[in-house]
């Protein structure tokens, strides 16, 4: 089992940066692959990035593509997600998730959940 907690979430403004951290504790991190999620409110959890085990692969949402870096630090068990040029629709709860093997696009593939940090984008 691994646990997830996020932070980093807050307020900024459009064309600004923030990044998002995703902490993880257990000792077979490095085995999972990872992904970052987003639900505004009223609407679905919608896919935002995802990354291999080993960080080698990544996979984007068209929506964030170009804008947007998830990586990961396996020695920190820890996985980022780089938000540049932010947009007012990029405004929702974004979750970490864990899952073992291939990194998916979808939530329900995914096994373990971080509790969400707010991120709020003004015009």
């Known amino acids: 089992q691994v646990q997830l907690a996020e932070s980093g979430g807050g307020l900024v403004q459009a064309g600004g940066s923030l990044r998002l951290s995703c902490a993880a504790s257990?000792?077979?991190?490095?085995?999972?692959?990872m992904g970052w999620f987003r639900q505004a409110p009223g609407k679905e959890r919608e896919f935002v990035a995802g990354?291999?085990?080993?960080?080698?692969?990544?996979s984007y949402a068209d929506s964030v593509k170009g804008r947007f870096t998830i990586s990961r630090d396996n020695a920190a068990k820890t996985v980022f997600l780089q938000m540049n040029s932010v947009k007012p629709e990029d405004t929702a709860t974004y979750y970490c998730?864990?899952?073992?093997?291939?990194?998916?696009?979808?939530?329900?593939?995914?096994?373990?959940w971080g509790q969400g940090t707010q991120v709020t984008v003004s015009s």
């Open positions: 257990g000792r077979t991190f490095s085995s999972y692959a």
């Open positions: 998730a864990a899952r073992v093997g291939y990194y998916a696009d979808y939530a329900s593939a995914y096994n373990y």
């Open positions: 990354i291999s085990s080993g960080g080698g692969r990544t």
